[in-house]
């Protein structure tokens, strides 16, 4: 079957957000390059646009042979922006929506949005192929589509494992993007990638080892060697793996770095750890020879009796034990701190501050404690009076802590654990590996002193009454 017997032929894939989300807003869309290979072969025209990007209006990309819009809409945000954006596209065009938030949210947007032709539940390149090639059709697992004025779901797409052979599609990328860090933006040239997919492991509070239909997915792997080839197709310095979790096989790890290090490729490199790979300290030698640079580490809580009701699998000692063994290497430590934890008391969360300083942490990820669509954590907070779930954000709280004294606990627990200690010891590294020059340095000292003050005023405003929002 040639192109020209396609159902569609010129493609536009719209990331439609301006701002998305405020500290981590410059990584790259990889969902739609995935999408975009997926389909390339067998239309005449393929487009990516991401709005956060861009300064020529949406209209601008369509003209009048544009048949199909394909929309990823993965969080719960610019929710009027991101409706304006579809309803804006002409009629003639088939619309259709995807993504973790679409998924999860399938009957809200198709009432919400009447421009929404079909939506993709679950992973988008397969069902995207087909669409090309069928038009949208009851024969397509994983989509819902308009008929007759009702809303049809067809069977859900059965979980595939990663495939080794499927990169995503660079080379439509029209922008650089560029580490930033709220209005401060960096040099650094960062890019993403997918080693493997799906989680191993079973903490309670956890449900991104879910995808958004509910149902677990198998942890897979690629081959070292298809891990290897793409990332020598990368032109960013950094790259980020977004695996749920990139260790949970240290040997095949092993190998990655082994080819590496053999091609003399220099790239640095960010991904989600475990605790665990400090057992593994010939492995992270290799990981640091071959530019492995940070690690996103999950702690989630201080306390031994939290860490044993989310099943996270180690105590507080444990993790002494394992910074013992981290500490002698020099990569970046971002680790996650919960706040809001069942069971904590205000000065129980304000405990990661100490413990972060203890383990030498270099930077935190705080969250308030969610429980959203099929959170392992609903069927405990069920049998809690005292605790409740935020209807639209799915955060938890109780009759002690409000949603609102949640978020400033968490805002008084970043700010007093960036000490100039800890901030210094972060730049060290960053110029260790020769991602900061001492120009560089100054202006990131200038920019964290500046923040700081700002908190430290708003603390003294809210000691004497007056709350700045």
Same mark, same amino acid.
């Given at each position: 079957?040639?192109?020209?017997?396609?159902?569609?032929?010129?493609?536009?894939?719209?990331?439609?957000?301006?701002?998305?989300?405020?500290?981590?807003?410059?990584?790259?869309?990889?969902?739609?390059?995935?999408?975009?290979?997926?389909?390339?072969?067998?239309?005449?025209?393929?487009?990516?646009?991401?709005?956060?990007?861009?300064?020529?209006?949406?209209?601008?990309?369509?003209?009048?042979?544009?048949?199909?819009?394909?929309?990823?809409?993965?969080?719960?945000?610019?929710?009027?922006?991101?409706?304006?954006?579809?309803?804006?596209?002409?009629?003639?065009?088939?619309?259709?929506?995807?993504?973790?938030?679409?998924?999860?949210?399938?009957?809200?947007?198709?009432?919400?949005?009447?421009?929404?032709?079909?939506?993709?539940?679950?992973?988008?390149?397969?069902?995207?192929?087909?669409?090309?090639?069928?038009?949208?059709?009851?024969?397509?697992?994983?989509?819902?589509?308009?008929?007759?004025?009702?809303?049809?779901?067809?069977?859900?797409?059965?979980?595939?494992?990663?495939?080794?052979?499927?990169?995503?599609?660079?080379?439509?990328?029209?922008?650089?993007?560029?580490?930033?860090?709220?209005?401060?933006?960096?040099?650094?040239?960062?890019?993403?990638?997918?080693?493997?997919?799906?989680?191993?492991?079973?903490?309670?509070?956890?449900?991104?080892?879910?995808?958004?239909?509910?149902?677990?997915?198998?942890?897979?792997?690629?081959?070292?060697?298809?891990?290897?080839?793409?990332?020598?197709?990368?032109?960013?310095?950094?790259?980020?793996?977004?695996?749920?979790?990139?260790?949970?096989?240290?040997?095949?790890?092993?190998?990655?770095?082994?080819?590496?290090?053999?091609?003399?490729?220099?790239?640095?490199?960010?991904?989600?750890?475990?605790?665990?790979?400090?057992?593994?300290?010939? @492995? %992270? *030698? $290799?990981?640091?020879?071959?530019?492995?640079?940070? #690690?996103?580490?999950?702690? !989630?809580?201080?306390?031994?009796?939290?860490?044993?009701?989310?099943?996270?699998?180690?105590?507080?000692?444990?993790?002494?034990?394992?910074?013992?063994?981290?500490?002698?290497?020099?990569?970046?430590?971002?680790?996650y701190f919960i706040i809001g934890n069942i069971g904590e008391t205000r000065d129980e969360m304000l405990d990661a501050v100490e413990f972060a300083h203890e383990l030498g942490v270099d930077t935190l990820g705080l969250s308030v404690l969610r429980a959203t669509k099929y959170s392992?954590?609903?069927?405990?907070?069920?049998?809690?009076?005292?605790?409740?779930?935020?209807?639209?954000?799915?955060?938890?709280?109780?009759?002690?802590?409000?949603?609102?004294?949640?978020?400033?606990?968490?805002?008084?627990?970043?700010?007093?654990?960036?000490?100039?200690?800890?901030?210094?010891? @972060? %730049? *060290? $590294?960053?110029?260790?590996?020769?991602?900061?020059? #001492?120009?560089?340095?100054? !202006?990131?000292?200038?920019?964290?002193?500046?923040?700081?003050?700002?908190?430290?005023?708003?603390?003294?405003?809210?000691?004497?009454?007056?709350?700045?929002?």
């Amino acid at each position: 079957m040639g192109k020209t017997d396609m159902r569609y032929k010129k493609v536009l894939c719209i990331y439609p957000y301006k701002q998305e989300l405020k500290t981590v807003g410059f990584l790259p869309p990889i969902g739609l390059e995935y999408v975009a290979s997926a389909i390339e072969d067998l239309v005449e025209s393929v487009t990516i646009i991401d709005l956060r990007y861009e300064s020529r209006s949406l209209s601008s990309f369509i003209d009048k042979n544009t048949d199909l819009v394909l929309v990823s809409h993965n969080w719960d945000i610019e929710g009027d922006f991101v409706k304006s954006t579809i309803t804006s596209i002409p009629d003639k065009i088939t619309v259709i929506v995807g993504g973790r938030y679409a998924t999860e949210c399938v009957h809200g947007l198709f009432e919400d949005i009447p421009r929404i032709d079909g939506i993709a539940r679950g992973d988008g390149e397969e069902i995207a192929r087909e669409i090309v090639q069928k038009g949208i059709s009851p024969d397509i697992e994983g989509l819902s589509f308009r008929f007759n004025d009702k809303i049809v779901h067809n069977k859900n797409r059965r979980l595939e494992p990663v495939r080794s052979d499927f990169y995503p599609n660079r080379k439509l990328r029209r922008y650089r993007y560029m580490v930033t860090l709220d209005e401060f933006q960096s040099d650094i040239q960062i890019d993403l990638m997918l080693g493997s997919r799906g989680c191993p492991y079973n903490c309670k509070f956890c449900d991104f080892k879910f995808n958004p239909l509910g149902e677990k997915r198998k942890w897979s792997i690629r081959t070292p060697e298809s891990v290897v080839s793409e990332i020598k197709t990368i032109e960013a310095g950094v790259v980020g793996f977004a695996d749920d979790i990139f260790t949970a096989d240290m040997n095949w790890v092993e190998r990655i770095c082994d080819l590496i290090i053999e091609e003399g490729i220099k790239k640095k490199y960010v991904i989600n750890a475990r605790l665990e790979v400090a057992k593994r300290p010939d @492995v %992270l *030698k $290799k990981m640091y020879k071959a530019g492995f640079m940070a #690690f996103l580490l999950g702690i !989630e809580s201080a306390h031994d009796k939290t860490l044993a009701s989310m099943n996270k699998g180690f105590t507080t000692a444990t993790v002494r034990e394992y910074f013992e063994v981290l500490r002698q290497f020099h990569f970046i430590y971002h680790c996650y701190f919960i706040i809001g934890n069942i069971g904590e008391t205000r000065d129980e969360m304000l405990d990661a501050v100490e413990f972060a300083h203890e383990l030498g942490v270099d930077t935190l990820g705080l969250s308030v404690l969610r429980a959203t669509k099929y959170s392992p954590l609903k069927a405990i907070l069920k049998e809690l009076d005292d605790y409740h779930i935020e209807e639209e954000s799915g955060k938890v709280y109780s009759d002690m802590l409000s949603v609102e004294e949640l978020q400033q606990i968490r805002r008084d627990v970043n700010a007093s654990f960036f000490t100039i200690p800890v901030i210094l010891r @972060v %730049l *060290k $590294k960053l110029i260790i590996h020769r991602l900061l020059t #001492f120009a560089r340095v100054y !202006e990131i000292i200038v920019y964290a002193a500046r923040r700081k003050s700002k908190w430290m005023a708003k603390k003294k405003a809210i000691r004497m009454g007056h709350v700045i929002r």
